[in-house]
T-cell receptor
Framework: EAGVTQFPSHSVIEKGQTVTLRCDPI?????LYWYRRVMGKEIKFLLH????????ESGMPNNRFLAERTGGTYSTLKVQPAELEDSGVYFC??????????????FGPGTRLTVT | QKEVEQDPGPLSVPEGAIVSLNCTYS??????FMWYRQYSRKGPELLMY????GNKEDGRFTAQVDKSSKYISLFIRDSQPSDSATYLC???????????FGAGTTVTVRA
């Protein structure tokens, strides 16, 4: 079974540009999460989808970040326009419905975003 | 004060030693406690989870939770060079998917 995949693995953009990160969850996982780790800090929650529905985006830093999940499958996270403080590693995770759905999250390898 | 405190290390031990990792937390409502292992340039991999207080063993790994002290531990017995990684603790309350992570401890097991 394929794990969570993310693309690209690394992106370097200039301040003011737009970047779109993609996440493909484990097949059959209805729950999809985005997390972020900035340099020297802990991994922090950004938002949660159930299928195509955005359930909770309380962790999104501001309105420059837009997440979508097309047809309940893959998800994209767009940053527009990017700022220096957006640099970090963006992780996607997914979990399936059932016992332990909220803590048994499987993480992707992350996308390292560098804004210069 | 951070919600979850974890010593970032680094921690270096000889092969075969016992690795001891721990986290403290401030939110007494936390009930589910997880340990993740993260290899370089990879995503966090769920190792173990524990519900409430107590011990849980899985092979060479033992997780302990002491809710009265708000302290959790992970022990790795007979450590191997392949155990070299960053170990992150995470925790949450029931039905809350927003995991609270520690900063991670970097462990190196020397052959």
């Amino acid at each position: 079974e394929a794990g969570v995949t993310q693309f690209p693995s690394h992106s370097v953009i200039e301040k003011g540009q737009t970047v779109t990160l993609r996440c493909d969850p484990i097949s059959g996982h209805d729950n999809l999460y985005w997390y972020r780790r900035v340099m020297g800090k802990e991994i922090k929650f950004l938002l949660h989808f159930v299928k195509e529905s955005k359930q909770d985006e309380s962790g999104m830093p501001n309105n420059r970040f837009l997440a979508e999940r097309t047809g309940g499958t893959y998800s994209t996270l767009k940053v527009q326009p990017a700022e220096l403080e957006d640099s970090g590693v963006y992780f996607c995770a997914s979990s399936q419905e059932g016992t332990g759905w909220w803590y048994e999250q499987y993480f992707g390898p992350g996308t390292r975003l560098t804004v210069t | 004060q951070k919600e979850v405190e974890q010593d970032p290390g680094p921690l270096s031990v000889p092969e075969g030693a016992i690795v001891s990792l721990n986290c403290t937390y401030s939110n007494s409502a936390f009930q589910y406690f997880m340990w993740y292992r993260q290899y370089s340039r990879k995503g966090p991999e769920l190792l173990m989870y524990t519900y409430s207080s107590g011990n849980k063993e899985d092979g060479r790994f033992t997780a302990q939770v002491d809710k009265s002290s708000k302290y959790i531990s992970l022990f790795i017995r007979d450590s191997q060079p392949s155990d070299s990684a960053t170990y992150l603790c995470a925790m949450t309350v029931s039905n809350d998917y927003k995991l609270s992570f520690g900063a991670g401890t970097t462990v190196t097991v020397r052959a």
